[in-house]
Structures are given as structure tokens and as C-alpha cells.
């Protein structure tokens, strides 16, 4: 009983310490800082080099919705190799794989659907062929776009 008796005395004296070492008088009013006013920031080099490098642009242009989706496409089909390309509304996915597998077609174009758009078209093309995701029977009436 007593060691907590202590112990609570303890926090109390630290607390106070605390307090005391934050605080001033509660009437009291804080100094007044001028404020001067800001000038525009001059162009550094960073933002000259920027604006002047041809990739910025091209990187920009990618960097749309559609780009962000290719690239997330990309990235999460790395293990087929797939790349992405947009031509209008159409993507297309170059992949490796078998045109005719019954089962990754679809789960392509099940997952890659949710990221487009309506009026979208999605076309998965494989070393033996292409085919367009609203082909696939099983999809039809899941496709959201």
C-alpha cells in the first residue's frame, strides 16, 4: 500500500513539474511577431530543368487516369509479363500465356474490367493470339463497363 501511495505522490510532483515549466501566467499575452510579407520565390534550377526536359511531358501524359491504371496493371500482372498500351478506348494487354486457357483469359478480364471505364474495350493478346474480353461467354453480364 505504501509503495503505490508513493508512486502516486511521484507522478503528481512530475506532473506539476511539468506544468509549471510550460506554463507562464494565464493573463499574460504573448509577444507580438511582425509578419513581412512574402515575396514570389524565384525559379530554381530544379523547376527550370524540369519544365525543359522533353520525358517531363511525356511522363505527364501518362500520368492521367488511364496512365496510372496501365501502370497499376502492369505492376500487378509483372509475373505474365504483361504490358499495356491504350489506343482511343481500347487497352490492350500483351501477356504471356496460352490464348486458349479457359482460366486466365477470364480472370484477366474479370480483375482488368474494374479498372475501366464504360465504353471501354479490353483486348488481351497472348504469343498465339488475341481475344476481347467481351467475348468471353462467362463474362457475360458481369462486365461492368
Known amino acids: 500500500m505504501k509503495r503505490s501511495h508513493h508512486l502516486g505522490a511521484g507522478v503528481i510532483f512530475a506532473c506539476s513539474l511539468l506544468l509549471s515549466a510550460c506554463g507562464g501566467s494565464a493573463n499574460e499575452e504573448p509577444e507580438a511577431v511582425p509578419v513581412e510579407p512574402q515575396q514570389p520565390a524565384a525559379a530554381t534550377v530544379q523547376e527550370e530543368v524540369v519544365e525543359s526536359d522533353p520525358g517531363v511531358a511525356a511522363l505527364d501524359a501518362a500520368m492521367d487516369d488511364r496512365g496510372v491504371v496501365?501502370?497499376?496493371i502492369?505492376?500487378?500482372l509483372s509475373?505474365?509479363?504483361a504490358s499495356v498500351e491504350w489506343?482511343?478506348?481500347?487497352m490492350t494487354i500483351t501477356l504471356d500465356g496460352d490464348v486458349e486457357n479457359e482460366v486466365k483469359p477470364f480472370q484477366h478480364?474479370?480483375?482488368?474490367?474494374h479498372f475501366l471505364e464504360e465504353g471501354d474495350t479490353l483486348i488481351l493478346?497472348?504469343?498465339n493470339g488475341?481475344?476481347?474480353?467481351?467475348d468471353i461467354?462467362?463474362?457475360?453480364?458481369?462486365?461492368?463497363?
Open 70 to 72: 496501365a501502370i497499376a
Open 74 to 76: 502492369e505492376g500487378a
Open 79 to 81: 509475373g505474365d509479363n
Open 87 to 90: 489506343e482511343g478506348d481500347t
Open 109 to 113: 478480364c474479370r480483375v482488368v474490367g
Open 125 to 127: 493478346t497472348y504469343p
Open 130 to 134: 488475341s481475344i476481347d474480353c467481351a
Open 137 to 145: 461467354p462467362e463474362l457475360e453480364g458481369e462486365l461492368i463497363w
